[in-house]
């Protein structure tokens, strides 16, 4: 079965630091693929980024980065110069790619992360 | 190019009613699946539909059922609505690598 941890329902940062995020997974598939989602206080689940199993390089986006270390199952989000507007539930998700990518996600509990002026 | 698209926002309905929920995924997504949320969890996933058929099924009871239409978008139905049923209903539409969400619509059972 697959299952997805974040251990740290909360998270606080000073604006303009960096902040890491820890999710680390289970799964027996050998190809799969892991999310990042935010959510704000609205509601919406706004993807972040995304990293394949079997991709090499982390992946970035903006800000953001992922820091997969694939031997550990772990998947944790990296924000860097930390913003206001990124105070927000983070989700870590993963879909098994087995069936061409239409699995559904599997989700974590979610870290609450506050961003301090 | 909209995103994927919830109606509507915001519903409250009395325990005992139906429900329908509609979603409208992003252009050139042909895969829809929905998901629950209640208050201080992570999305929970009811079913996914593809070409028109319904083609995997989370844990929930046959009182959510679901249906997509010929362009791709879907609909969510629940009855006999419980108060447990108070929750974040998420749409997504999926395409190879990618998963986008809607807005959601917040379902409130009194």
């Known amino acids: 079965a697959q299952k997805i941890t974040q251990t740290q329902p909360g998270m606080f940062v000073q604006e303009k630091e960096a902040v890491t995020l820890d999710c680390t997974y289970d799964t027996s598939d050998q190809s799969y693929g892991l999310f990042w989602y935010k959510q704000p206080s609205s509601g919406e689940m706004i993807f972040l980024i995304y990293?394949?199993?079997?991709?090499?390089q982390n992946a970035t986006e903006g800000r953001y980065s992922l820091n997969f270390q694939k031997a550990r199952k772990s998947a944790n989000l990296v924000i860097s110069a930390s913003q206001l507007g990124d105070s927000a539930m983070y989700f870590c998700a993963m879909r098994g790619e087995f069936s061409g990518g239409y699995n559904k996600l599997i989700f974590g509990a979610g870290t609450r992360l506050a961003v301090h002026p | 190019d909209a995103g994927v698209t919830q109606s509507p926002t915001h519903l409250i309905k009395t325990r005992g009613q139906q429900v329908t929920l509609r979603c409208s995924p992003k252009?050139?997504?042909?895969?829809v699946s929905w998901y629950q949320q209640a208050l201080g969890q992570g999305p929970q996933f009811i079913f996914q539909?593809?070409?028109?058929?319904?083609?995997q099924r989370g844990n929930f009871p046959d009182r959510f059922s679901g249906h997509q239409f010929p362009n791709y978008s879907s609909e969510l139905n629940v009855n006999a609505l419980l108060l447990g049923d108070s929750a974040l209903y998420l749409c997504a539409s999926s395409w190879d690598t990618e998963a986008f969400f809607g807005q959601g619509t917040r379902l409130t059972v009194v």
């Open positions: 990293q394949g199993s079997y991709d090499e």
């Open positions: 252009s050139g997504h042909d895969t």
């Open positions: 539909y593809y070409e028109e058929e319904e083609r």
